[in-house]
């Protein structure tokens, strides 16, 4: 199993903030389903301001490439994307349509 982190800021305005929070208490069904069948095992996001942090657990069979490609072939999902952009916005250095950012670990704590 693996694990990765990405950071994603949110629209800095405390009355979308409290929409986008809303919304994740209700993601859609179709949206869930997405998630689980790419191989993503676990999923958390945690906010402080506007800046999300996302912690993903997965399976040996995800790939982000065929993440992106089913994502890309599902109505439902782009349905949902193109909605959270009302709320999101890329962190500094993210291309142009970049959401989510990998974040590197430069400390782990040992046993």
């Known amino acids: 199993m693996n694990r ?3 950071a994603l800021d949110l629209v800095n305005d405390p ?6 929070e809303v919304m994740h208490e209700q ?3 179709e949206i869930e389903a997405s998630i689980k069948d790419s191989g993503i095992v676990a999923m ?3 906010r402080t301001g506007n800046r999300l942090f996302m ?6 069979a995800f790939s982000f490439d065929q993440k992106a490609a089913a994502d890309a072939e599902n109505e439902k999902v ?7 952009w009302k709320y999101q916005q890329a962190i500094p250095g993210a291309k142009p349509g970049e959401k989510w950012m990998m974040m590197n670990r430069i400390f782990e704590l040992k046993a």
């Open 44 to 46: 958390e996001i945690y």
């Open 55 to 60: 912690i993903m657990e997965v399976n040996d």
């Open 4 to 6: 990765y982190c990405l």
């Open 78 to 84: 782009q349905e949902w994307e193109q909605l959270m």
């Open 15 to 20: 009355q979308l903030i409290k929409e986008y």
């Open 27 to 29: 993601v859609w069904p």
